[in-house]
T-cell receptor, first 112, second 112 residues
Framework: KAGVTQTPRYLIKTRGQQVTLSCSPI?????VSWYQQTPGQGLQFLFE???????NKGNFPGRFSGRQFSNSRSEMNVSTLELGDSALYLC???????????FGSGTQLSVL | KQEVTQIPAALSVPEGENLVLNCSFT??????LQWFRQDPGKGLTSLLL?????REQTSGRLNASLDKSSGRSTLYIAASQPGDSATYLC???????????FGTGTRLQVFP
């Protein structure tokens, strides 16, 4: 069974640009969540989607948005990039709240 | 607001030692608590998941316990090996927010 797949693995952008990250969950997992990891703030929850609906959201500005498609694949978009958005963005999937979270390898975003 | 703390922040031990990593959380109304391992620059690997109704979970050389009344979980690693070197993170999901809140992590180094 394939794991959680995130693309691309690395991204370099400049301030003001926008970026879209992609996540394909494990087959059969309907929940996809996104996290930002930085050395200073650690791992922080961005949002979670279940069956194409956003069911929970972290404390991030509106520049961060996401969506989930009918095949459970998810995308995360960050608009008007800032230097502080440089981070490892991790996606995770699960079957339901009682089950383990499975993470992808992440997308390392560098904003110059 | 749920806060999760891990002690110690870093640990360096010789091979063969038994280890205890600590995780404290402020909101005792937790749904479950999960332990993860993260290798440098990579995603997280789920190690153990403890539901709120359970007191401990075991997998191979790993044992995790949960004490909701004191707001603590411990991860016990028996007979440590150099391959155990990684950052270990705990994360709790509370009923109040349904968000997964991560601890700051313990960076473990096991030397031969």
């Amino acid at each position: 069974k394939a794991g959680v797949t995130q693309t691309p693995r690395y991204l370099i952008k400049t301030r003001g640009q926008q970026v879209t990250l992609s996540c394909s969950p494990i087959s059969g997992h309907r929940s996809v969540s996104w996290y930002q990891q930085t050395p200073g703030q650690g791992l922080q929850f961005l949002f979670e989607y279940f069956s194409e609906t956003q069911r929970n959201k972290g404390n991030f500005p509106g520049r961060f948005s996401g969506r989930q498609f009918s095949n459970s694949r998810s995308e995360m978009n960050v608009s008007t990039l800032e230097l502080g958005d440089s981070a490892l963005y991790l996606c995770a999937s699960r079957t339901d709240p009682n089950e383990k979270l499975f993470f992808g390898s992440g997308t390392q975003l560098s904003v110059l | 607001k749920q806060e999760v703390t891990q002690i110690p922040a870093a640990l360096s031990v010789p091979e063969g030692e038994n280890l205890v990593l600590n995780c404290s959380f402020t909101d005792s109304a937790i749904y479950n608590l999960q332990w993860f391992r993260q290798d440098p620059g990579k995603g997280l690997t789920s190690l153990l998941l403890i539901q709120s109704s359970q007191r401990e979970q075991t997998s191979g050389r790993l044992n995790a316990s949960l004490d909701k009344s004191s707001g603590r979980s411990t991860l016990y690693i028996a007979a440590s090996q150099p391959g155990d070197s990684a950052t270990y993170l705990c994360a709790s999901r509370s009923y109040n927010t349904d968000k997964l809140i991560f601890g700051t992590g313990t960076r473990l180094q096991v030397f031969p």
